[in-house]
């Protein structure tokens, strides 16, 4: 992926030298060409052999809800701590969970942020919907928007390791958790 990433920048390279001094270069071409095929090679490694496509139907699909929790005009974002998945690990998300098998949504998400944070919740409405492939698994992500209860100010981080009460112009301050990206973009335009 790093001889990926360097074929980009390559390519951006040669593309402004482009546009910059109107001349053509065909090695911009090339390394776009080569960007694409290893893309497809490692899309075709992961899902394209008959393995990866028995790979690809095992995935875990989750159900998860998160809360979009305002509170004057901020919302709440929690941080994760570091886990298994390096590409969640230390990324901030909306807090909420996974929905257990028979629980609905809105229970769930009640029941998440009371065990995550102490904190109980009205959820307000269904803000939107998710779905987002990770590399080891697929998520279904039902966000809502939420407010406090009156007697629930106190915040108590049992599962994540910081918290930040973001503006909505602010939500791209932080690093967000992949799944989450699609939330706070929405909420840009909405707040």
């Known amino acids: 992926m790093v001889l990926g990433r360097w074929i980009l920048l390559e390519f951006i390279r040669e593309f402004l030298n482009i546009i910059l001094h109107r001349k053509k270069c065909w090695r911009g071409v090339d390394l776009l060409k080569r960007l694409f095929l290893e893309n497809q090679f490692l899309k075709m490694e992961k899902f394209g052999t008959k393995s990866g496509m028995q790979n690809l139907k095992k995935m875990k699909h989750i159900e998860v809800v998160a809360a979009i929790i ?12 570091r886990g298994v998945y390096e590409y969640v690990s230390l990324k901030y998300e909306f807090p909420g969970g996974k929905v257990e098998e028979g629980e609905k949504e809105e229970d769930a998400l009640r029941r998440e942020i009371r065990e995550e944070l102490k904190l109980e919740i009205e959820i307000n409405r269904h803000f939107m919907t998710v779905n987002h ?8 992500l039902h966000s809502y928007l939420c407010s406090l209860r009156e007697d629930s100010f106190e915040i108590a981080l049992t599962e994540h390791i910081d918290y930040k009460w973001l503006a909505g112009k602010e939500l791209f301050s932080v690093e967000w958790a992949p799944a989450d990206v699609a939330i706070c973009q929405r909420l840009m335009q909405q707040l």
Request: include cysteine.
């Open 70 to 81: 305002v509170r004057g005009g901020k919302i709440l974002c929690v941080k994760r701590g």
């Open 133 to 140: 492939l990770y590399p080891d698994f697929e998520i279904t």
